[in-house]
């Protein structure tokens, strides 16, 4: 079975401060691990997925295999970047095949102050 | 495409009424997901789809809870009777290959 922890509930930093956000995921096949955010009463969006390995709105995130990490990170901080984000693993066995079910962290919700 | 359609936007209901959620999936893709996100426990995964065929309802809290997917472009989510603790956003989501599309969600408020 898989899973996904999200270890912060809260986060808060500071304009202009670096931040990141924590992923931890398990799983015995191989993973594609996404980040989704969801601002105020909005609905959930995608923001990165690992396989694209690029830039969006300042964030990357690296898929780190050994220490079944996938971090959000942004170098700058931005007061629009406060929202609920959540990490997501989309399982595949070993021959590639999907297992189709999207498991999702607890969330963390980012707070960036003036 | 309109993305994922979901219905009504707001339900509020009183305790013991039957309440149907419904969700519009984009068209292609093959799997549907029906999630629940409160403050005390997130985003909670109730049930999915596979092709309009239910894969894995563990996540169904009760009896209560039961989900139908009569074709590819249609879903429902009811719950009877309803209770104050079912008060929650539920999404809806579908995917292909893996990413996942949400809908708006439903904002369900039983008194």
């Known amino acids: 079975a898989q899973r996904v922890t999200q270890p912060e509930k809260l986060l808060s930093v500071f304009k202009g401060a670096p931040v990141e956000l924590k992923c931890n995921y398990s799983?015995?096949?191989?993973?594609?691990l996404f980040w989704y955010v969801q601002y105020s009463r909005q609905r959930l969006q995608l923001l990165l997925r690992h396989i694209s390995r690029e830039s969006i709105k300042g964030f990357t995130a690296d898929l780190n295999k050994g220490e079944t990490s996938f971090h959000l990170k942004k170098p700058f901080a931005q007061e629009e970047d406060s929202a609920m984000y959540y990490c997501a693993l989309h399982p595949y066995n070993a021959g590639g095949t999907s297992y189709g079910k999207l498991t999702f962290g607890q969330g963390t919700i980012l707070t960036v102050h003036p | 495409d309109a993305g994922v359609i979901q219905s009504p936007r707001h339900e509020v209901t009183e305790m013991g009424q039957e309440v149907t959620l419904r969700c519009k999936p984009i068209?292609?893709?093959?799997?549907l997901f029906w999630y629940r996100q409160t403050m005390m426990r997130g985003l909670e995964l109730l049930i999915y789809f596979n092709n309009n065929v239910p894969i894995d309802d563990s996540g169904m809290p009760e009896d209560r809870f039961s989900a139908k997917m009569p074709n590819a472009s249609f879903s429902t989510l009811k719950i009877q009777p309803s209770e104050p603790r079912d008060s929650a956003v539920y999404f809806c989501?579908?995917?292909?290959?893996?990413?996942?599309?949400f809908g708006q969600g439903t904002r369900l408020t039983v008194v």
């Open positions: 068209s292609g893709h093959d799997y």
């Open positions: 799983y015995s096949g191989s993973p594609e």
């Open positions: 989501a579908s995917s292909f290959r893996g990413l996942a599309f």
